[in-house]
């Protein structure tokens, strides 16, 4: 099929091998996968390599591989989307271009960009003619330069690709890794009845993958403060510890971490670790909450589908400041501000007024649903069509097979 013949884009949608349970990025791609259908694109989805691969050589023939499925599904367009994490930091991905169908545009997703290079010990200096001239990108090898189209997830990357290439990005947001399921109240008292607290004792949301950098353990470490004033209190940590950030080994030794650090701090009892849930489970925890954190050590902006994930559940939510600011994301109106990364105190400044249940929180809650509203999949969905359209459009010529 093609355009041309039946109406639909079909896309190749390229992506790193990692499951939508480990990693980030392969939760957006098979969710973004099914709001394309919805919007009358074909997407397929071409895996690079295997989830358990671990050799540094298996990339260069994964590579390959999907080049060749590429070139069997004769594709309109073909998507790449690009996070160093997902193809486990190898730059070999980055030859991908010169292997695919001739004549079919090429559209690049940089979920990350701006801090790696590969390899890593060549000279930022080196890379700038290189980078000017639109032949090779330090993080991304030829994806950058040889795309039609790069679309990134937020202002902050865009000015980066300018920066370097001298082109201009598509921003199109991301939306939130967990939409609400709905039946709030009946998930409240569910939730509540299998954890043993009350309706009215206060629980305190972290969701996401959990990792070092996320600010975890400085959470565990803010309860004693917080619970001095709720002894009642519980933190949900809804999320899974193995990703492709975080090889199952060092998940292990992490979760046994801040199991140790709560038990340390008296505030074992006060933590439950869900692991990995179903998105339906997830709304559940999330709708039983009374607020959310996100204390990460880095700064927290839109591009955190963690984030949408918890504003599309009207959860009041605390969260770091980047060195850039976001100015997608209201401080103080969608969010409330936690004034120092790895800071214990500072997390528990900015929690206690939203467990309150007071105006503020109500109406940070609102507010965050108003900005949930503009990350919604279906408006995701549309903005990528409509890029595709652009190139791949009635009039354009389809993809060709490979000889």
Same mark, same amino acid.
């Given at each position: 099929?093609?355009?041309?013949?039946?109406?639909?884009?079909?896309?190749?949608?390229?992506?790193?091998?990692?499951?939508?349970?480990?990693?980030?990025?392969?939760?957006?791609?098979?969710?973004?996968?099914?709001?394309?259908?919805?919007?009358?694109?074909?997407?397929?989805?071409?895996?690079?390599?295997?989830?358990?691969?671990?050799?540094?050589?298996?990339?260069?023939?994964?590579?390959? !591989?999907?080049? %060749?499925?590429?070139?069997?599904?004769?594709?309109?367009?073909?998507?790449?989307?690009?996070?160093? &994490?997902?193809?486990?930091?190898? !730059?070999?991905?980055?030859?991908?271009?010169?292997?695919?169908?001739?004549?079919?545009?090429?559209?690049?997703?940089?979920?990350?960009?701006?801090?790696?290079?590969?390899?890593?010990?060549?000279?930022?200096?080196?890379?700038?003619?290189?980078?000017?001239?639109?032949?090779?990108?330090?993080?991304?090898?030829?994806?950058?330069?040889?795309?039609?189209?790069?679309?990134?997830?937020?202002?902050?990357?865009?000015? /980066?690709? %300018?920066?370097?290439?001298?082109?201009?990005?598509?921003?199109?947001?991301?939306?939130?890794?967990?939409?609400?399921?709905?039946?709030?109240?009946?998930?409240?008292?569910?939730?509540?009845?299998?954890?043993?607290?009350?309706?009215?004792? $206060?629980?305190?949301?972290?969701?996401?993958?959990?990792? $070092?950098?996320?600010?975890?353990? /400085?959470?565990?470490?803010?309860?004693?403060?917080?619970?001095?004033?709720?002894? *009642?209190?519980?933190?949900?940590?809804?999320?899974?510890?193995?990703? /492709?950030?975080?090889?199952?080994?060092?998940?292990?030794?992490?979760?046994?971490?801040?199991?140790?650090?709560?038990? *340390?701090?008296?505030?074992?009892?006060?933590?439950?670790?869900?692991?990995?849930?179903?998105?339906?489970?997830?709304?559940?925890?999330?709708?039983?909450?009374?607020?959310?954190?996100?204390?990460?050590?880095?700064?927290?902006?839109?591009?955190?589908?963690?984030?949408?994930?918890?504003?599309?559940?009207?959860?009041?939510?605390?969260?770091?400041?980047?060195?850039?600011?976001?100015?997608?994301?209201?401080?103080?109106?969608?969010?409330?501000?936690?004034?120092?990364?790895?800071?214990?105190?500072?997390?528990?400044?900015?929690?206690?007024?939203?467990?309150?249940? &007071?105006?503020?929180?109500?109406?940070?809650?609102?507010?965050?649903?108003?900005?949930?509203?503009?990350?919604?999949?279906?408006?995701?969905?549309?903005?990528?069509?409509?890029?595709?359209?652009?190139?791949?459009?009635?009039?354009?010529?389809?993809?060709?097979?490979?000889?």
């Amino acid at each position: 099929m093609s355009v041309t013949e039946g109406g639909r884009i079909r896309v190749a949608m390229v992506h790193g091998p990692g499951p939508a349970d480990r990693d980030g990025v392969g939760d957006y791609v098979e969710r973004l996968v099914r709001a394309l259908g919805d919007a009358g694109v074909e997407a397929v989805g071409v895996p690079v390599g295997s989830p358990g691969a671990r050799s540094p050589w298996h990339w260069l023939p994964a590579t390959l !591989g999907a080049a %060749r499925r590429v070139r069997r599904l004769r594709p309109d367009v073909v998507h790449v989307q690009f996070a160093p &994490s997902a193809y486990r930091f190898s !730059g070999l991905p980055g030859l991908l271009p010169p292997l695919l169908p001739p004549g079919v545009p090429l559209v690049t997703t940089l979920h990350e960009y701006g801090w790696w290079a590969a390899p890593g010990w060549v000279p930022g200096p080196a890379w700038r003619p290189l980078e000017r001239a639109r032949l090779w990108d330090r993080e991304t090898g030829r994806l950058v330069p040889a795309s039609a189209l790069v679309v990134v997830t937020n202002a902050s990357h865009a000015r /980066q690709v %300018r920066r370097r290439v001298g082109a201009a990005a598509v921003e199109v947001p991301l939306a939130p890794n967990v939409v609400d399921h709905g039946g709030g109240r009946q998930a409240r008292v569910r939730v509540r009845d299998r954890l043993g607290t009350g309706p009215e004792d $206060p629980l305190l949301a972290f969701f996401g993958f959990v990792h $070092p950098v996320k600010g975890v353990r /400085q959470l565990v470490e803010a309860l004693p403060a917080l619970r001095a004033a709720r002894p *009642r209190l519980r933190l949900l940590v809804v999320g899974g510890f193995t990703s /492709q950030a975080l090889p199952e080994a060092e998940a292990r030794a992490f979760r046994a971490e801040l199991e140790a650090l709560a038990a *340390r701090h008296g505030v074992a009892d006060a933590v439950t670790f869900t692991g990995h849930l179903p998105a339906a489970r997830v709304s559940e925890f999330l709708h039983a909450a009374d607020a959310g954190v996100l204390p990460f050590t880095a700064g927290v902006t839109t591009k955190s589908g963690a984030l949408l994930t918890m504003l599309a559940h009207g959860l009041p939510t605390a969260v770091t400041v980047p060195d850039e600011p976001d100015p997608a994301l209201p401080l103080g109106e969608a969010v409330a501000v936690i004034r120092a990364r790895r800071d214990p105190a500072a997390i528990a400044d900015a929690v206690a007024p939203l467990l309150d249940g &007071s105006g503020p929180g109500r109406r940070m809650g609102r507010a965050a649903r108003r900005l949930a509203a503009r990350h919604s999949w279906s408006r995701v969905a549309a903005a990528h069509r409509e890029l595709y359209e652009t190139l791949a459009g009635p009039g354009r010529p389809p993809g060709r097979p490979d000889a």
